[in-house]
């Protein structure tokens, strides 16, 4: 599965999303910026759940790229400790698990699964889902 953009997290067996820390003042953020300011950074693969959402319609298109069977899906922002604070996907949960402070990890998933050639995009899962 290709990444939907390249530079947005690490090709290892266990990927991890790829964020840039000013030179100056060694902030770190998500994504990477593309300019000299920012060096890439591989980000922590854990965190916890800072605050979410239900994406409960079908963005319009474009930009959305996804299936057009469309399944609401949480949206998580998790907080990567000392880090930054990343929006991606929530992925093995059920809605009514869903609790702000939950351990999470990163994983990759297909934006859409059906596809011939499906493209990887960011989530997180429950950290217990492993």
Same mark, same amino acid.
């Given at each position: ?12 067996? +266990? &990927?991890?999303? /790829? ?8 902030? #770190? =953020? ?40 469309? +399944? &609401?899906?949480? /949206? ?8 930054? #604070? =990343? ?44």
């Amino acid at each position: 599965m290709r990444p939907i953009a390249q530079g947005l997290f690490t090709d290892e067996a +266990s &990927p991890r999303l /790829v964020g840039g820390r000013d030179r100056d003042s060694g902030r #770190i =953020v998500f994504p990477c910026p593309a300019n000299d300011r920012f060096e890439p950074v591989p980000l922590s693969r854990s965190g916890t759940l800072w605050s979410y959402t239900i994406q409960r319609f079908r963005p319009k298109s474009p930009p959305y790229a996804g299936p057009e069977a469309f +399944s &609401p899906f949480p /949206v998580a922002y998790v907080e990567l400790p000392g880090e930054t #604070i =990343v929006e991606a996907r929530l992925v093995d949960v059920d809605f009514a698990d869903i609790a702000i402070g939950m351990a999470l990890e990163f994983v990759t998933v297909p934006l859409d699964p059906d596809a011939a050639d499906p493209v990887a995009i960011p989530a997180f899962r429950p950290a217990e889902a492993a």
